[in-house]
Antibody, heavy 119, light 108 residues
Framework: EVQLVQSGAEVKGPGESLKISCKGS????????IGWVRQMPGKGLEWMGI????????RYNPSFQGQVTISADKSTSTAYLQWGSLKASDTAIYYC????????????WGQGSLVAVSS | SYVLTQPPSVSVAPGQTAKITCGGN??????VHWYQQRPGQAPLLVVY???DRPSGIPERFSGSNSGNTATLTISRVEAGDEADYYC???????????FGGGTKLTVL
């Protein structure tokens, strides 16, 4: 059974750094892209970027490039999303999702990680 | 960047057919995917590659794509179909994915 298990909720202050995780299991982690999707409170889904864990090839949505860093660790089957300096506007739920082989859709999703940034 | 346009809301009575559109420039040349998101839950893929359904998704969910509009059709709508629905494509020119703004389906 394919599973993506994300790290828990985080409450941080503006300017702090943060790294959230997404651990894949039930499939060969290096064979599929892993993507990150943002959902701000009461808003829609935003495609942030994807990584191919086998070679760390990354594609960013230009709207997020430079604002976040996507990475992956093949040895632990875990993908990461990190911020160097959080802003209040980063408050959102962040989902990781597995990219389907041979197409551009996400076939399995993590449960979401809530990030709250407040002073 | 490629833009996908969805109506903010669609309402339908139980047992009727709901059609949710997703507009984009020459979207018919792209593969369109649809996700359902119930309140408080992660998105769920309901249609991929324009017309295909993942295993476990009822046949009541179907998709089409032509010209500048893709459509998700939900037949014999049930109360449990009430959710937000999002379309998604890959923008070849900018090499990243794009979601539509989402449509809230209300079952009357």
């Amino acid at each position: 059974e394919v599973q993506l298990v994300q790290s828990g909720a985080e409450v941080k202050g503006p300017g702090e750094s943060l790294k959230i995780s997404c651990k894949g299991s039930g499939y060969t982690f290096t064979s599929n892209w892993i993507g990150w999707v943002r959902q701000m409170p009461g808003k829609g889904l935003e495609w942030m970027g994807i990584i191919y864990p086998s070679d760390s090839d990354i594609r960013y949505n230009p709207s997020f490039q430079g604002q976040v860093t996507i990475s992956a660790d093949k040895s632990t089957s875990t993908a990461y999303l990190q911020w160097g300096s959080l802003k209040a506007s980063d408050t959102a739920i962040y989902y990781c999702a597995r990219g389907a082989s041979g197409s551009s859709y996400f076939d399995f999703w993590g449960q979401g990680s809530l990030v709250a940034v407040s002073s | 960047s490629y833009v996908l346009t969805q109506p903010p809301s669609v309402s339908v009575a139980p047992g009727q057919t709901a059609k949710i559109t997703c507009g984009g420039n020459n979207i018919g040349s792209k593969r369109v995917h649809w996700y359902q998101q119930r309140p408080g839950q992660a998105p769920l893929l309901v249609v991929y590659d324009d017309t295909d359904r993942p295993s476990g998704i009822p046949e009541r969910f179907s998709g089409s794509n032509s010209g500048n509009t893709a459509t998700l059709t939900i037949s014999r709508v049930e109360a449990g179909d009430e959710a937000d629905y999002y379309c998604q494509v890959w923008d070849v020119n900018s090499d990243h994915g794009v979601f539509g703004g989402g449509t809230k389906l209300t079952v009357l």
